[in-house]
């Protein structure tokens, strides 16, 4: 199984293994290649090679993946004004 990307090639272990000197011509040539293996995915990239920042970037996950965020922003904001107007009746 291939994942192909702009300038990204990405396969599972075992299609990396079968197609090892294709895929590790790619990344001589430019392609960014990685692999999984158990959940977890790797870079192949020849040695000297520098990548710039935004490639090197991880994606984290979310801290509350459940949580409405559009939904807490506007809860907030009608808190906050609630606030706002519970002092200003004071003036």
Known sequence: MY???YG????????????LFRLVEEAIGGELVQFVYKGMVFQV??????MNKL???V?????????????????LAAEMEAEWLKDWSGI
């Open 59 to 75: 994606g984290q996950p979310t801290l509350a993946p459940d949580v409405d965020l559009e939904q807490a922003s506007k809860d």
């Open 3 to 5: 994942i192909c990307y």
């Open 45 to 50: 990239v020849p040695e000297g090679t520098q």
């Open 8 to 19: 990204l090639v990405q396969v599972t272990i075992t299609r990396f293994r079968q197609d």
């Open 55 to 57: 490639e090197r970037l």
